[in-house]
Protein backbone atom coordinates (compact mmCIF):
# COMPACT_ATOMS: atom_id res chain seq x y z
CA UNK A 1 0.00 0.00 0.00
CA UNK A 2 2.58 2.01 0.87
CA UNK A 3 4.65 1.52 -2.03
CA UNK A 4 1.22 2.64 -4.42
CA UNK A 5 1.24 5.38 -3.09
CA UNK A 6 4.58 6.48 -2.91
CA UNK A 7 4.75 7.34 -6.87
CA UNK A 8 1.34 9.17 -6.82
CA UNK A 9 2.52 11.72 -3.84
CA UNK A 10 5.75 12.73 -5.68
CA UNK A 11 3.71 12.72 -9.43
CA UNK A 12 1.93 15.32 -7.18
CA UNK A 13 4.77 17.26 -5.24
CA UNK A 14 6.66 17.43 -8.92
CA UNK A 15 3.26 18.86 -10.63
CA UNK A 16 2.31 21.65 -8.02
CA UNK A 17 6.07 22.40 -6.02
CA UNK A 18 9.07 24.20 -6.91
CA UNK A 19 11.72 22.35 -7.70
CA UNK A 20 13.24 23.67 -3.69
CA UNK A 21 10.12 22.36 -1.85
CA UNK A 22 9.99 20.06 0.60
CA UNK A 23 8.56 16.31 -0.62
CA UNK A 24 4.94 16.52 -0.08
CA UNK A 25 3.38 14.55 2.66
CA UNK A 26 1.72 10.89 1.06
CA UNK A 27 -1.44 11.92 -0.34
CA UNK A 28 -4.69 9.56 0.94
CA UNK A 29 -6.21 7.53 -1.93
CA UNK A 30 -9.22 10.13 -2.18
CA UNK A 31 -7.06 13.71 -2.17
CA UNK A 32 -8.77 16.08 -3.72
CA UNK A 33 -7.84 16.94 -7.21
CA UNK A 34 -4.43 19.02 -7.28
CA UNK A 35 -5.63 22.82 -7.74
CA UNK A 36 -5.29 23.84 -11.33
CA UNK A 37 -3.79 27.15 -12.04
CA UNK A 38 -7.43 28.16 -13.07
CA UNK A 39 -7.86 28.35 -16.79
CA UNK A 40 -9.77 31.13 -18.26
CA UNK A 41 -12.82 29.44 -20.07
CA UNK A 42 -10.70 30.83 -23.69
CA UNK A 43 -8.11 28.75 -22.12
CA UNK A 44 -10.13 25.86 -22.08
CA UNK A 45 -11.61 26.94 -25.12
CA UNK A 46 -8.42 27.23 -26.95
CA UNK A 47 -7.16 23.56 -25.56
CA UNK A 48 -10.28 22.31 -27.03
CA UNK A 49 -9.80 23.99 -30.08
CA UNK A 50 -6.06 23.09 -30.09
CA UNK A 51 -7.26 19.45 -29.40
CA UNK A 52 -8.93 18.98 -32.30
CA UNK A 53 -6.02 19.91 -34.88
CA UNK A 54 -2.77 18.63 -32.60
CA UNK A 55 -2.49 15.25 -30.00
CA UNK A 56 -0.09 14.81 -27.60
CA UNK A 57 3.22 12.70 -28.45
CA UNK A 58 3.06 8.80 -26.84
CA UNK A 59 5.97 7.71 -25.22
CA UNK A 60 6.74 4.94 -28.08
CA UNK A 61 5.95 5.68 -31.92
CA UNK A 62 4.58 2.47 -33.85
CA UNK A 63 4.62 -1.21 -33.29
CA UNK A 64 6.35 -2.38 -30.02
CA UNK A 65 9.96 -3.19 -30.02
CA UNK A 66 12.37 -5.48 -27.31
CA UNK A 67 14.17 -3.80 -25.05
CA UNK A 68 17.05 -5.58 -26.95
CA UNK A 69 16.00 -4.55 -30.57
CA UNK A 70 16.22 -0.90 -28.81
CA UNK A 71 19.92 -2.02 -27.43
CA UNK A 72 20.98 -3.11 -30.83
CA UNK A 73 19.56 -0.32 -33.03
CA UNK A 74 21.59 2.36 -30.10
CA UNK A 75 24.56 0.12 -30.82
CA UNK A 76 24.09 0.51 -34.95
CA UNK A 77 23.02 4.27 -34.76
CA UNK A 78 26.17 4.98 -32.99
CA UNK A 79 28.26 2.57 -35.10
CA UNK A 80 31.05 4.71 -37.27
CA UNK A 81 32.55 1.11 -38.85
CA UNK A 82 29.34 1.51 -40.84
CA UNK A 83 31.18 4.05 -42.89
CA UNK A 84 33.91 3.64 -45.30
CA UNK A 85 36.46 5.79 -43.31
CA UNK A 86 35.47 4.97 -39.97
CA UNK A 87 34.06 8.48 -39.48
CA UNK A 88 30.40 8.76 -39.70
CA UNK A 89 27.38 7.47 -38.15
CA UNK A 90 24.03 8.03 -37.94
CA UNK A 91 24.36 10.37 -35.08
CA UNK A 92 27.11 12.52 -37.17
CA UNK A 93 24.03 14.05 -39.06
CA UNK A 94 21.21 13.25 -36.49
CA UNK A 95 23.26 13.93 -33.21
CA UNK A 96 20.91 13.19 -30.21
CA UNK A 97 22.33 15.44 -28.09
CA UNK A 98 21.73 18.34 -30.21
CA UNK A 99 18.07 17.42 -31.38
CA UNK A 100 19.00 14.60 -33.87
CA UNK A 101 20.31 17.15 -36.05
CA UNK A 102 23.96 18.81 -36.99
CA UNK A 103 22.69 22.62 -37.55
CA UNK A 104 24.64 22.52 -41.36
CA UNK A 105 22.41 23.83 -44.29
CA UNK A 106 23.67 20.60 -45.42
CA UNK A 107 25.56 17.84 -43.97
CA UNK A 108 29.69 16.63 -44.45
CA UNK A 109 29.36 12.54 -45.36
CA UNK A 110 32.17 10.78 -46.66
CA UNK A 111 35.29 12.93 -47.46
CA UNK A 112 33.18 15.78 -46.61
CA UNK A 113 30.91 15.54 -49.82
CA UNK A 114 27.32 17.31 -49.44
CA UNK A 115 24.06 16.70 -50.52
CA UNK A 116 21.59 18.64 -51.90
CA UNK A 117 19.37 18.46 -48.87
CA UNK A 118 19.38 19.16 -45.30
CA UNK A 119 19.24 17.00 -42.55
CA UNK A 120 16.10 16.72 -40.82
CA UNK A 121 16.18 15.83 -37.02
CA UNK A 122 15.35 11.77 -36.03
CA UNK A 123 13.85 12.76 -33.32
CA UNK A 124 10.13 11.93 -33.09
CA UNK A 125 10.72 11.13 -37.20
CA UNK A 126 8.76 7.38 -37.26
CA UNK A 127 5.51 9.85 -36.61
CA UNK A 128 5.89 10.49 -39.96
CA UNK A 129 3.65 9.25 -43.15
CA UNK A 130 7.00 8.48 -44.77
CA UNK A 131 10.56 9.52 -44.18
CA UNK A 132 12.84 12.44 -46.22
CA UNK A 133 11.53 15.36 -47.47
CA UNK A 134 10.04 13.87 -50.50
CA UNK A 135 9.21 10.79 -48.45
CA UNK A 136 10.65 7.87 -50.49
CA UNK A 137 10.95 5.77 -47.73
CA UNK A 138 7.78 4.32 -46.06
CA UNK A 139 9.11 3.84 -42.72
CA UNK A 140 12.05 4.81 -40.32
CA UNK A 141 13.10 1.08 -40.57
CA UNK A 142 13.39 1.68 -44.87
CA UNK A 143 15.24 4.40 -44.01
CA UNK A 144 17.94 3.23 -42.23
CA UNK A 145 18.87 1.40 -45.45
CA UNK A 146 19.33 4.49 -47.17
CA UNK A 147 22.75 6.29 -45.61
CA UNK A 148 24.91 3.76 -45.24
CA UNK A 149 25.36 2.57 -48.94
CA UNK A 150 24.79 6.44 -49.93
CA UNK A 151 28.22 7.12 -51.34
CA UNK A 152 28.23 10.91 -50.15
CA UNK A 153 27.15 9.91 -46.89
CA UNK A 154 28.13 6.59 -44.92
CA UNK A 155 29.71 4.82 -48.22
CA UNK A 156 29.96 1.12 -47.86
CA UNK A 157 29.93 -0.67 -51.34
CA UNK A 158 26.57 -2.54 -50.71
CA UNK A 159 24.41 -4.67 -48.54
CA UNK A 160 27.01 -7.79 -48.44
CA UNK A 161 29.31 -5.48 -46.89
CA UNK A 162 27.71 -3.63 -44.31
CA UNK A 163 26.60 -7.17 -43.20
CA UNK A 164 29.84 -8.71 -43.07
CA UNK A 165 31.48 -5.50 -41.00
CA UNK A 166 28.81 -5.97 -38.45
CA UNK A 167 29.22 -9.55 -38.51
CA UNK A 168 32.96 -9.08 -38.31
CA UNK A 169 32.82 -7.40 -34.86
CA UNK A 170 32.18 -10.50 -31.93
CA UNK A 171 30.59 -8.15 -29.52
CA UNK A 172 27.25 -7.83 -31.96
CA UNK A 173 26.43 -11.91 -31.96
CA UNK A 174 24.85 -12.02 -28.67
CA UNK A 175 23.08 -8.54 -29.29
CA UNK A 176 21.72 -10.37 -32.46
CA UNK A 177 20.62 -13.20 -30.63
CA UNK A 178 19.28 -11.17 -27.74
CA UNK A 179 17.25 -9.18 -30.16
CA UNK A 180 16.08 -12.00 -33.14
CA UNK A 181 16.67 -15.58 -31.26
CA UNK A 182 20.13 -16.23 -33.27
CA UNK A 183 23.08 -14.34 -34.22
CA UNK A 184 22.71 -14.13 -38.16
CA UNK A 185 23.23 -10.82 -39.29
CA UNK A 186 21.15 -9.79 -42.14
CA UNK A 187 21.05 -6.36 -43.59
CA UNK A 188 17.25 -6.35 -42.60
CA UNK A 189 17.96 -6.89 -39.14
CA UNK A 190 20.17 -3.95 -38.83
CA UNK A 191 17.71 -1.85 -40.72
CA UNK A 192 14.57 -3.08 -37.70
CA UNK A 193 16.88 -2.71 -35.18
CA UNK A 194 17.68 1.11 -36.11
CA UNK A 195 14.33 1.50 -36.57
CA UNK A 196 13.24 0.16 -32.71
CA UNK A 197 15.52 2.31 -31.65
CA UNK A 198 14.10 5.60 -33.05
CA UNK A 199 10.51 4.87 -32.31
CA UNK A 200 11.50 5.74 -28.78
CA UNK A 201 13.22 9.16 -29.49
CA UNK A 202 10.08 11.37 -28.61
CA UNK A 203 10.63 14.86 -26.78
CA UNK A 204 7.57 15.56 -25.28
CA UNK A 205 7.12 19.49 -25.04
CA UNK A 206 5.01 21.96 -22.20
CA UNK A 207 2.02 21.76 -25.72
CA UNK A 208 1.55 18.62 -25.06
CA UNK A 209 1.16 18.99 -21.40
CA UNK A 210 -1.14 21.76 -22.35
CA UNK A 211 -3.23 19.45 -24.72
CA UNK A 212 -3.20 16.91 -21.97
CA UNK A 213 -5.43 19.89 -19.47
CA UNK A 214 -2.46 21.18 -17.77
CA UNK A 215 -3.10 24.95 -18.86
CA UNK A 216 -0.39 26.29 -17.16
CA UNK A 217 1.93 24.86 -19.28
CA UNK A 218 2.02 27.44 -21.69
CA UNK A 219 2.92 31.40 -21.22
CA UNK A 220 0.41 33.72 -21.98
CA UNK A 221 2.38 34.79 -25.37
CA UNK A 222 2.58 30.93 -26.62
CA UNK A 223 -1.21 30.82 -25.99
CA UNK A 224 -1.38 34.17 -28.15
CA UNK A 225 0.94 32.37 -30.90
CA UNK A 226 -0.63 29.19 -30.94
CA UNK A 227 -4.03 31.18 -31.11
CA UNK A 228 -2.52 33.20 -34.20
CA UNK A 229 -0.81 30.02 -35.37
CA UNK A 230 -4.53 28.11 -36.07
CA UNK A 231 -6.14 31.41 -37.27
CA UNK A 232 -3.50 32.02 -40.26
CA UNK A 233 -3.88 28.28 -41.19
CA UNK A 234 -0.49 26.98 -40.57
CA UNK A 235 -2.62 23.94 -39.07
CA UNK A 236 -3.59 22.91 -42.78
CA UNK A 237 -0.47 21.78 -43.17
CA UNK A 238 1.67 21.28 -40.01
CA UNK A 239 -0.84 19.44 -37.99
CA UNK A 240 -1.52 16.24 -36.01
CA UNK A 241 0.61 14.41 -33.46
CA UNK A 242 3.87 15.65 -35.52
CA UNK A 243 2.44 19.41 -35.82
CA UNK A 244 3.75 17.87 -39.16
CA UNK A 245 4.63 15.15 -41.01
CA UNK A 246 1.37 14.29 -41.83
CA UNK A 247 0.84 15.20 -45.60
CA UNK A 248 3.02 16.51 -48.85
CA UNK A 249 2.29 20.26 -49.83
CA UNK A 250 3.61 22.46 -52.85
CA UNK A 251 6.23 24.79 -51.72
CA UNK A 252 4.90 27.72 -53.00
CA UNK A 253 1.30 26.83 -52.74
CA UNK A 254 0.03 30.23 -52.65
CA UNK A 255 3.09 32.31 -54.43
CA UNK A 256 5.56 29.95 -56.32
CA UNK A 257 8.92 29.73 -54.23
CA UNK A 258 12.23 29.57 -56.30
CA UNK A 259 13.86 26.15 -55.77
CA UNK A 260 16.06 23.62 -57.67
CA UNK A 261 14.69 20.69 -56.21
CA UNK A 262 11.69 19.25 -57.51
CA UNK A 263 10.73 17.29 -54.12
CA UNK A 264 8.50 14.56 -54.83
CA UNK A 265 8.25 14.80 -58.42
CA UNK A 266 11.44 12.81 -58.46
CA UNK A 267 9.75 9.94 -56.98
CA UNK A 268 6.24 9.89 -58.94
CA UNK A 269 7.27 11.38 -62.16
CA UNK A 270 3.84 13.55 -61.38
CA UNK A 271 3.58 16.59 -62.81
CA UNK A 272 1.27 17.88 -59.99
CA UNK A 273 4.08 16.80 -57.55
CA UNK A 274 6.85 19.14 -59.04
CA UNK A 275 8.01 21.21 -55.82
CA UNK A 276 6.05 19.01 -53.53
CA UNK A 277 7.85 18.22 -50.13
CA UNK A 278 6.42 16.56 -46.66
CA UNK A 279 5.06 19.45 -44.75
CA UNK A 280 8.27 19.18 -41.83
CA UNK A 281 7.23 17.82 -38.28
CA UNK A 282 7.99 21.47 -36.08
CA UNK A 283 8.42 19.85 -33.08
CA UNK A 284 11.66 20.93 -31.49
CA UNK A 285 11.94 23.42 -34.88
CA UNK A 286 13.44 26.70 -32.76
CA UNK A 287 16.19 24.22 -32.31
CA UNK A 288 16.66 22.75 -35.79
CA UNK A 289 17.48 25.06 -38.20
CA UNK A 290 18.69 25.90 -40.62
CA UNK A 291 15.85 25.51 -42.36
CA UNK A 292 14.16 24.42 -45.35
CA UNK A 293 14.71 21.45 -47.49
CA UNK A 294 17.89 23.26 -48.54
CA UNK A 295 19.08 24.85 -45.22
CA UNK A 296 19.24 27.97 -46.86
CA UNK A 297 17.22 30.50 -44.57
CA UNK A 298 18.75 30.25 -41.03
CA UNK A 299 16.42 32.33 -39.06
CA UNK A 300 12.89 31.05 -38.15
CA UNK A 301 11.28 34.39 -38.35
CA UNK A 302 11.84 34.33 -41.70
CA UNK A 303 10.83 30.80 -42.63
CA UNK A 304 7.62 31.69 -41.00
CA UNK A 305 6.49 35.03 -42.79
CA UNK A 306 7.44 32.46 -46.37
CA UNK A 307 5.11 30.51 -45.00
CA UNK A 308 2.13 33.06 -44.53
CA UNK A 309 2.95 34.53 -47.93
CA UNK A 310 3.82 31.26 -50.37
CA UNK A 311 1.78 29.32 -48.30
CA UNK A 312 -1.01 31.33 -47.28
CA UNK A 313 -0.89 34.40 -48.96
CA UNK A 314 -0.65 36.57 -46.21
CA UNK A 315 1.70 38.87 -44.70
CA UNK A 316 2.24 38.48 -41.52
CA UNK A 317 2.83 41.12 -39.52
CA UNK A 318 5.38 41.48 -36.50
CA UNK A 319 3.32 40.59 -33.42
CA UNK A 320 1.91 37.40 -35.45
CA UNK A 321 5.01 36.28 -36.59
CA UNK A 322 6.20 36.49 -32.61
CA UNK A 323 3.75 35.22 -31.39
CA UNK A 324 3.90 32.01 -33.89
CA UNK A 325 7.78 31.55 -33.07
CA UNK A 326 6.88 31.67 -29.43
CA UNK A 327 4.32 28.67 -30.06
CA UNK A 328 7.27 27.08 -31.53
CA UNK A 329 9.23 27.50 -29.04
CA UNK A 330 6.91 25.46 -26.91
CA UNK A 331 6.81 22.53 -28.94
CA UNK A 332 10.57 22.09 -27.83
CA UNK A 333 10.82 18.71 -26.15
CA UNK A 334 13.01 16.67 -23.84
CA UNK A 335 15.28 13.18 -24.88
CA UNK A 336 15.42 10.88 -22.13
CA UNK A 337 19.00 11.26 -22.15
CA UNK A 338 19.37 7.66 -20.96
CA UNK A 339 17.63 6.30 -23.61
CA UNK A 340 19.81 8.01 -25.85
CA UNK A 341 23.04 7.77 -24.60
CA UNK A 342 26.05 6.42 -26.25
CA UNK A 343 27.34 2.82 -25.73
CA UNK A 344 30.81 2.33 -25.23
CA UNK A 345 31.81 1.22 -29.11
CA UNK A 346 32.52 -2.53 -29.06
CA UNK A 347 35.87 -3.97 -29.89
CA UNK A 348 36.61 -5.04 -33.77
CA UNK A 349 37.63 -8.30 -34.36
CA UNK A 350 40.81 -9.64 -36.84
CA UNK A 351 38.03 -9.33 -40.14
CA UNK A 352 37.00 -6.04 -39.51
CA UNK A 353 38.20 -3.62 -42.38
CA UNK A 354 39.91 -1.01 -41.89
CA UNK A 355 39.23 2.25 -42.20
CA UNK A 356 39.53 3.67 -46.25
CA UNK A 357 39.85 7.26 -46.81
CA UNK A 358 39.60 6.80 -50.57
C1 LIG B 1 25.97 12.50 -44.00
C2 LIG B 1 24.81 12.84 -43.24
C3 LIG B 1 23.80 11.76 -42.90
C4 LIG B 1 24.02 10.53 -42.34
C5 LIG B 1 25.34 9.87 -42.02
C6 LIG B 1 22.72 9.96 -42.09
N1 LIG B 1 21.75 10.83 -42.46
FE1 LIG B 1 19.77 10.63 -42.16
N2 LIG B 1 19.42 12.19 -43.38
C7 LIG B 1 20.38 13.02 -43.92
C8 LIG B 1 19.77 13.88 -44.91
C9 LIG B 1 20.48 14.95 -45.74
C10 LIG B 1 18.40 13.54 -44.95
C11 LIG B 1 17.34 14.13 -45.88
C12 LIG B 1 17.55 13.58 -47.27
C13 LIG B 1 16.37 13.73 -48.17
O1 LIG B 1 15.28 14.04 -47.71
O2 LIG B 1 16.51 13.49 -49.37
C14 LIG B 1 18.21 12.48 -43.96
C15 LIG B 1 16.99 11.94 -43.61
C16 LIG B 1 16.81 11.09 -42.53
C17 LIG B 1 15.54 10.73 -41.94
C18 LIG B 1 14.18 11.25 -42.37
C19 LIG B 1 13.62 12.24 -41.40
C20 LIG B 1 12.42 12.95 -41.96
O3 LIG B 1 11.96 13.89 -41.32
O4 LIG B 1 11.95 12.60 -43.05
C21 LIG B 1 15.80 9.84 -40.92
C22 LIG B 1 14.80 9.18 -40.00
C23 LIG B 1 17.23 9.62 -40.90
N3 LIG B 1 17.82 10.40 -41.88
C24 LIG B 1 17.89 8.72 -40.09
C25 LIG B 1 19.20 8.31 -40.34
C26 LIG B 1 19.80 7.08 -39.84
C27 LIG B 1 19.08 6.05 -39.00
C28 LIG B 1 21.10 7.06 -40.27
C29 LIG B 1 22.12 5.98 -40.08
C30 LIG B 1 21.79 4.68 -40.65
C31 LIG B 1 21.28 8.30 -41.01
N4 LIG B 1 20.12 8.99 -41.07
C32 LIG B 1 22.51 8.71 -41.53
C33 LIG B 1 21.71 13.02 -43.58
C34 LIG B 1 22.36 11.93 -42.99
C1 LIG C 1 0.08 24.61 -47.77
C2 LIG C 1 0.84 23.90 -46.77
C3 LIG C 1 1.61 24.70 -45.73
C4 LIG C 1 1.15 25.73 -44.96
C5 LIG C 1 -0.22 26.38 -44.95
C6 LIG C 1 2.24 26.08 -44.09
N1 LIG C 1 3.33 25.30 -44.34
FE1 LIG C 1 5.09 25.35 -43.39
N2 LIG C 1 5.86 24.03 -44.71
C7 LIG C 1 5.16 23.39 -45.70
C8 LIG C 1 6.06 22.61 -46.50
C9 LIG C 1 5.69 21.74 -47.70
C10 LIG C 1 7.34 22.81 -45.98
C11 LIG C 1 8.65 22.23 -46.49
C12 LIG C 1 9.17 23.21 -47.48
C13 LIG C 1 10.54 22.85 -48.01
O1 LIG C 1 11.53 23.03 -47.34
O2 LIG C 1 10.61 22.37 -49.12
C14 LIG C 1 7.17 23.70 -44.84
C15 LIG C 1 8.20 24.13 -44.02
C16 LIG C 1 8.03 24.86 -42.84
C17 LIG C 1 9.07 25.18 -41.91
C18 LIG C 1 10.53 24.74 -42.03
C19 LIG C 1 10.68 23.37 -41.43
C20 LIG C 1 12.08 22.83 -41.46
O3 LIG C 1 12.30 21.80 -40.81
O4 LIG C 1 12.95 23.40 -42.12
C21 LIG C 1 8.50 25.90 -40.91
C22 LIG C 1 9.18 26.45 -39.69
C23 LIG C 1 7.10 26.06 -41.23
N3 LIG C 1 6.86 25.40 -42.42
C24 LIG C 1 6.18 26.75 -40.47
C25 LIG C 1 4.93 27.11 -40.93
C26 LIG C 1 4.09 28.09 -40.29
C27 LIG C 1 4.42 28.80 -38.99
C28 LIG C 1 2.97 28.21 -41.05
C29 LIG C 1 1.85 29.19 -40.89
C30 LIG C 1 2.23 30.58 -40.97
C31 LIG C 1 3.12 27.28 -42.16
N4 LIG C 1 4.32 26.65 -42.06
C32 LIG C 1 2.19 27.09 -43.15
C33 LIG C 1 3.80 23.46 -45.90
C34 LIG C 1 2.98 24.44 -45.35
Redesign the pocket.
Not at 130 to 134: C, E, K, L, S
Given at each position: MRNALLPLAMLIACADDPPTAPPAPPAAPEAPEAPEASPTSDTTALASRANAVFKPLPTWMGDKASADMVALGRQ??YEKR??KNHD???N???QLDAFGQ?GEP????HKGQR?G??????LN?AL?I?????G??ED?EA??KG??LNP???AIADEATAVAIIASIPGYAPMFTAAYGDDQVTYDRMADA?GAF?RGLVTPSPVDAFLKGDASALDAEQIAGMETYMDVGCTTCHNGVGVG?AGYFKLGMVQPYETKDAGRFDVTGLESDRFVF?A??LRNITQTGPYL?DGSITDLSEVVRIMGKHQLGRELDGAQVGGIVAFLGALEGKLDAEYAKEPATLASGPATPKPDPS
Open positions: LYLSISCSCHDTSPGGRNSPTSAHAQFWDRAVQAPIIEMIEGKPSH
